[in-house]
Structures are given as structure tokens and as C-alpha cells.
């Protein structure tokens, strides 16, 4: 067998140290071009769009304009073969050839063109991939070394080779192996044979394992941010715990930054230390939101939020509305349990007014509530007491309830704020029973879901539905805010807020025991932050099937303003109504 001469073989087995040089000379060469009006016109044939890529960013005759003195061009024109060759080896073509090359002078520029057959590409008689040290058994590492990305038999693509390695060394980083480092990493290439082998040896060392936390001076007890770590000491060692802990101190709300820093330089018995610096966000918070629509008017929101009230991490909200046809002040006082980023327990109240083309109703609320996760889904379960004044048809009532509920959530989002692609579930069941406390029985089972699907950058569809059912005692007794309507911004957009539900024979609406709501809505983003839609809506609220289905259909714009999205839609109903119109304002996330 022979092999390539000595100084041939020393360059491609440091191949691995070197590769990289075309992406610095690419970069060198996009910021030439940024200052030169004109670049030389370089025409490739014969190459793959990607291979063709790379010789481009090698060519130093592709960082040279028109106004170039011939001398450099020719300069350039001479080393073209070299650099060629160079830029097809890292994906395995060690025998190019430039068919046809020519440099000329056409209409006041260089024109360079070049015909190159790549040749056979040059494929690995060989894989030798291996872990020695405490990694050698653990799963995570051994899938990489199984699933490499380069196999006996495979082109000779060092991308891939750079890529395979990159992750056995990042994933032997995230998991403690801090000692880590590669004891051989070599291709070796027999360009008599046309064959080569790749050798990489990763010596993990030994795994670290997690040592003691500390956090910086905060307002907050230690005991509740050490409620925010899941990992033990001397469990071994996870980025993905740590990111983990990161992620929910944030999410706490307590904080404007955190910095979770392991310490393996500082580590005794391999056990590393991990320093938790925390900045505190401002203990109050205030909002106020803005909104209009055709039934409402404009509509107005106020709330308060107290981070922190004591040093146990309790909070307290309260949020206030105010508008023609509802207005309403909650309150929440919220303690944090075992869990302090998902068990919570919670008292609320709540006082409302609601004036709508239905009835009107005086709410008073008081209950407690406990959240927490259970089945990868958001658990809550709630006991409220409520007291409900309210005119439907004309005759004034007064009902008492108390109501046990659970509410199950889901949500997956790639964005909070704009996001390309979501999906929220949830449902809720709760009850009364006539007798204890209350003065109607009932049982109502709500499901939502809205789902989120961008077709491409610019273009994307909003899918929502709704289910609701209702069995009762007494329909007559139940409260105007139990029973089922539809319409409004957030149901059946071109009828008025809870205008949709059957009618008694005076022709006064009483609402209904089922409820289906639908909806379809296109985005298009036109230019910049600003988008256009069109939407179709239909609801069907009733006691008995022959209840007719009321659809909606309207166009809005779209802004992605720096505090969310704003919405603006004009809706007209395709059935009788109360207005011919609907135009409505909100501010706030799609899911």
C-alpha cells in the first residue's frame, strides 16, 4: 500500500484542527464585499450547490471588485486551483479537476468562470469511535457513539465528523464529565488505496456530581428558594437540572435575574458547587389595559400585584374592569407550598356588575383554590361561594351557591408572547347540590381549545372551539352567569357580548343548557410588524336542537406592538342581530 507522501499526510490527518479555516475566510470575505460596489463575476459549473458554496468562500478572486489592478487578479487566478482542491476536501473529494478556467475583462468587470468535475468522492474503510472512563456505560453517551453521524462506507464529510464530535463533547460537559478530553481525533487518508479511517477516542474521566447551593441575601427566606431545587446533593451531575432550577426562579415572578453558576474549578471530591445569584424584581407591580368594542365601548383595566408581600414568598393581586356592561373588582392572596413554582393555594373574592342584552347581575364571590401539576397537566381545584342577584325576563332573583370545581390545562407554546406554533386545552366540571348551601343543583362541564399553525414566516392559521353542557335542577333558578350565551371578542365576533342564546316565548333570552362555538382565522403579516386577517366564527347555544346557528365572518388587522399583540377586528353577522356591525379592540396573547 502507499501512502501519501509525509507532509501530505501530516495535513490531512490535522484536518480536524484546521477545517475550519474557509468559514473564517468566507467571513473575511462577505465584509469585503459590504465595502466594493462591484465584486469580480465568478461563474461555477459543474459543483453541487454546496460544494459550490464553499469554493466561492475560499476563492480569494471572489473578494476582489472590478477596479482591480490585472496584476491581482492574475495573483489571484494562480492560486484558484489550490483553493479549489482545498474546499472540496472537507467533504471528501481529494481528486477535483478544473476542466475549463478563464478570467476576463467584459463590460467594465472580471469575469471568472470555472468548469470542475469533483471526481469520486474518497469513502471510510474505517469508524473507530470509542468512550473510556465512567461514560463508557452511561446511555446518553453511548446513543452518540451508536447513532454517529459518520459510518464504514460513508463519504468522507469532516462537517459531520466536526458535528459528531461537537456532541460527544458537549453532551459529556452537560452530564459532569468535566475532566473530559479527547486522547485521539485523526483522519487518516490512503490516496493510492482512495480510502481513508477515522479514529476518535473520548476520555471522559470521571462524572462529577452535584455539591452544595447557595444563594445570595434576599428579602426571601432560604427555605422557600431551596423549595425551587429538584436535585440532591451528590446526585450526579445534569445542565438540564440546572438550566431547570434557572428556569423556574424566573418563572416564580420573585426575580428580574438569575445566575446559576456551577463551580467545577471549585469542586472537593468531585462534588461541584452551585452559586445562585438573584436580583430581585420590583415588589409592586401596576397595568392598565385599554380595549373597545361595539357592545362594550371602550373598556378599561386596572391591576395591582405585590411580588412579595412577607418573606414566606406570599402574593397578593387585584384586578379591576370597568366598562357599559360589566365592571368588576377580584382579589387574590396566593402561598406558596412544597412546590413553590407549581403548588399554590389560594383565597380569592370577587364583585361584580354585569349589564348586558340578556339580564343584568350582582356577583359576590369569595372561595379558596389549590394549583398544582398532576399528569403533565395544570390542576386546580376550587370552592367557591357565590351569592348572585340577577334579572333575566324581567323577574328578579337571588340564588346561593356553593361550587366545587376542577379545572385540567394544557399548554404547549414555542413562544409566550408570539408564538408560531401553540395548542391550549383545558376543561372544567363543577356542581352544586340543592340543600347544601345551595338553592339549585347543577352540573356543568366546560372543554376549550385554541391551536396555532404557522404555514411559513408570514402566513399562519388560529383554530378555536368550545364545548359546554348543563344539567340542572331548576333552569328557571339558576343565575344568569351559569347558563350558556354566546358572542363577543372572544366567541362569535360580529354579535354583541352574550347576545346568541334561546328565547322563552315573550321572545326574552334565557340562555341554554348547551353551547358549541367555532372558529377560523387566517393572518398574514403584509410588512414589518403589521398583519392583516380574515376570520369566520359560528356558535350554537340551546335548550332543543332546533335552535338556529349564528355565524359571524370579518377581517382584522394585526400589530405586534412591543407590549403584545394588538387586534382589531370588524366582524358582520350573516344572521339577524342586534347591530350590523361589531368592531372590536384587544390587547393580549394568541393562546
Known sequence: MGWQNEQD??????????????????????????????????????????????????????????????????????????????????????????????????????????????????????????????????????????????????????????????????????????????????????????TAKLYLRLDSGPRYRFGPISFNQTPLQPDLLRRFVRFAPREPYRASAVLALQKSLLNSGYFSNVDVDPQPERAKNRETPIKVDLDMAPRNRYDIGVGYGTDTGPRLSLGYRNRYVNSYGHSFQANGRISFIWNDLNAIYAIPLADPEKDQLAFTARSGLENTVVGNAKVLLAGVRHTTSRWGLREMLALDFQRESFKIAGVRQTAILLIPSVNYGWLYSDNAIFPSQGLRLDGTLAGAWDGLVSDVSLLRLQINAKGLYSLDDDNRLIARAQWSGLVTSDFDRLPLTQRFYAGGDQSVRGYRFNEIGPRNRNGDRIGGRHLLVGSLEYDRVLFGNWGMAVFADAGH????????????????????????????????????????????LVLGPDL
Open 541 to 584: 347555544v340551546y335548550n332543543t336542537r332546533d335552535e338556529p346557528v349564528k355565524i359571524g365572518v370579518g377581517v382584522g388587522a394585526r400589530w405586534r406592538s412591543p407590549v403584545g399583540p394588538v387586534r382589531l377586528d370588524f366582524a358582520v353577522p350573516l344572521s339577524k342581530a342586534e347591530d350590523a356591525f361589531q368592531v372590536h
Open 9 to 194: 499526510e501530516k495535513r490531512v490527518q490535522s484536518w480536524d484542527r484546521m477545517w475550519i479555516r474557509p468559514a473564517g475566510l468566507a467571513l473575511l470575505i462577505g465584509a469585503l464585499r459590504c465595502q466594493a460596489a462591484d465584486p469580480v463575476v465568478v461563474k461555477i459549473e459543474g459543483l453541487s450547490e454546496l460544494l459550490e458554496k464553499n469554493v466561492r468562500a475560499v476563492l480569494t478572486l471572489t473578494g476582489e471588485t472590478a477596479d482591480a489592478a490585472p496584476e491581482r487578479i492574475r495573483l489571484a487566478e494562480a492560486r484558484a486551483p489550490e483553493e479549489i482542491r482545498k474546499a472540496l476536501e472537507p467533504f471528501g473529494y481529494y481528486r477535483p479537476r478544473v476542466v475549463e478556467a478563464s478570467v476576463s475583462r467584459r463590460d467594465g468587470n472580471w469575469l471568472a468562470e470555472y468548469r470542475i468535475d469533483p471526481g469520486p468522492p474518497i469513502r471510510l474503510s474505517a469508524v473507530d469511535v470509542r468512550l473510556v472512563g465512567e461514560a463508557a456505560p452511561v446511555p446518553e453517551m453511548r446513543a452518540l457513539v451508536d447513532g454517529f453521524p459518520l459510518k464504514k462506507g460513508d463519504v468522507l464529510d469532516q462537517t459531520l465528523y466536526e458535528k459528531g464530535k461537537g456532541a460527544l463533547q458537549d453532551r459529556a460537559a452537560e452530564l459532569g464529565f468535566f475532566d473530559a478530553r479527547l486522547t485521539r481525533h485523526e483522519i487518516q487518508v490512503d490516496l493510492a488505496a482512495y
